[in-house]
């Protein structure tokens, strides 16, 4: 399918009186919330590695690496032109779902889920890349359109979100095939979609969800994990025992956490993949209620950036691409810290810029370096003057 696009460009940095600056803010919360990540995943295992006799550091170094790749493809594309990449948006698209065809073929197994594939020094998931790609090549499809979308926009959307989703949910991988939904619902309403075509689409959405349970395509051990969720009492030692020992931790940290180190539903490892599902519970049992408090206003923080970036942007496309960016965070965030305190069902999704994951790192890091590149090549705010050439 041909991705349209218009002719419209941001404005160069060299069409400036003066340089552009970075966004300090967007780049800061970056850091500040990577580093908090990086301590959280070497107090959450540390511990068990010590009492294994491995390097307590391992988990920390491995993930240490990833933050090295992520600041410096940030910096990258922080640096390229949003049109540019633009022109390259059909073909990404095309190699995202290549990848993710690829996973059946040569992919890793492992929790009874088929994502990865092992390139012997890291294990890649192309789902995460596969978020980055749909985004582009939605935006690139709307920026061309003019509100109210027609019926045909709405509907090339709807392909391009549906494609890589269908592949995902076969990994399965439900948590980001809800991720792709979302954000594709986001650009749709942001991009001028009618109220119409949105509940259509709505009714739509829960056809095909009861279709696909009638048709027992959802796995065992995710209806294990809705089951558990809608009756977590009745499954308090068995399918609910990672949200139990999650809420146990958080609530036990009351208003000011217990100390950095001295979590002992952390240190003693009675929450299962701490260090990258349930990160946020090592922020609440070792800083309390004002450690959570500050890492939710720091995402927030970075969400009203992006947004504020998109409001900014130069042209639709870079509009659209942040939005996109901002949405999927908003998703991730609220799936994840509501996985931890059982107010959503566990997903597997990843708290971004926290949680341990090597390809979630640097894809996020990509995503935030996209909206970093729309931010320098604003418009001339008032007081700001164009060069004349």
């Known amino acids: 399918m041909a991705l349209d696009y218009s002719d419209s460009a941001p404005i160069s940095i060299r069409h400036r009186d003066a340089p552009m600056r970075p966004d300090l803010v967007l780049v800061l919360s970056y850091i500040v919330l990577t580093a908090i990540g990086l301590l959280m995943i070497y107090s959450a295992t540390a511990p068990g590695f010590e009492a294994r006799g491995i390097d307590p550091t391992r988990e920390l170094k491995e993930q240490a690496i990833f933050v090295v790749i992520g600041f410096v493809v940030f910096g990258v594309i922080s640096a390229i032109d949003l049109t540019e990449i633009r022109g ?42 596969a978020k980055i790609t749909a985004i582009l090549a939605i935006a690139s499809l709307l920026a061309s ?44 309403f942001t991009a001028g979609a009618t109220a119409r075509q949105l509940a259509f689409l709505g009714v739509a959405a829960i056809i095909v969800t009861v279709g696909v349970f009638q048709l027992n395509l959802i796995k065992e051990y995710q209806i294990d994990r809705l089951t558990a969720f809608a009756d977590p009492g009745a499954h308090e030692l068995t399918l609910s025992y990672n949200q139990v020992q999650s809420e146990i931790a958080i609530g036990s940290g009351g208003l000011v956490g217990k100390g950095l180190f001295e979590g002992t539903q952390t240190n003693l490892q009675f ?51 942040t939005v996109g960016i901002a949405a999927m965070f908003v998703f991730h965030i609220f799936v994840n810290i509501g996985m931890t305190i059982r107010i959503m069902p566990v997903t597997g999704l990843p708290l971004p810029l926290m949680s341990s994951g090597g390809t979630s790192f640097v894809v996020m890091s990509a995503a935030l370096g996209l909206a970093h590149s729309a931010w320098i090549r604003r418009p001339p705010l008032p007081g700001e003057m164009r060069r004349r050439t």
Request: glycine content about 10%; aromatic content about 12%; hydrophobic content about 60%.
């Open 271 to 321: 929450i299962p993949v701490q260090s990258s599902d349930f990160i946020f519970t090592a922020v609440g049992e070792q800083f309390g209620f004002i450690g959570a408090a500050v890492v939710i206003a720091l995402f927030t923080l970075m969400i009203w950036r992006l947004l504020m970036i998109s409001v900014n942007a130069g042209n639709r496309f870079a509009q659209l691409v």
């Open 145 to 188: 359109k003019e509100p109210p979308l027609k019926w045909m926009a709405v509907a090339r959307t709807v392909m391009l979100v549906a494609l890589p989703a269908g592949l995902i949910f076969l990994q399965p991988d439900l948590g980001t095939m809800l991720v792709l939904a979302f954000v594709g619902l986001v650009l749709l």
């Open 88 to 129: 390259f948006v059909t073909p990404m698209y095309a190699i995202s779902i290549g990848l993710l065809v690829l996973v059946f073929l040569v992919g890793d197994s492992g929790g009874g889920a088929q994502r990865w594939i092992d390139l012997g020094f890291l294990r890649f998931q192309p789902s995460e890349v």
